[in-house]
């Protein structure tokens, strides 16, 4: 696979570590960043970052895979 860029970077990793049988540990950390609100400028940003983790996980898991993941998170869903 072809490494992800910007803001998908860690949700490729994830992926490639796990499916190579790594095993993922969750450690809380404390992280600031820059709040871009409810604007245009926020949403195009968001949308942005969106748009990068589907090119991460389309080569990954698949279009079914991405729509399927979509569609547990709008439910409210998370797969563990």
Do not use: N, W
């Not at 790594?22 to 604007?39: F, K, M, N, Q, W």
């Amino acid at each position: 696979f072809r490494f992800a860029s910007r803001f998908a970077v860690e949700t490729a990793m994830t992926i490639d570590a796990v499916s190579l049988g790594a095993t993922i540990l969750e450690v809380p950390i404390v992280v600031a960043h820059r709040h871009h609100g409810r604007s245009f400028t926020g949403i195009r940003h968001r949308a942005a970052q969106g748009l990068d983790v589907v090119r991460a996980l389309l080569p990954r898991i698949g279009l079914r895979g991405v729509l399927r993941a979509g569609a547990d998170v709008v439910v409210g869903r998370m797969r563990r």
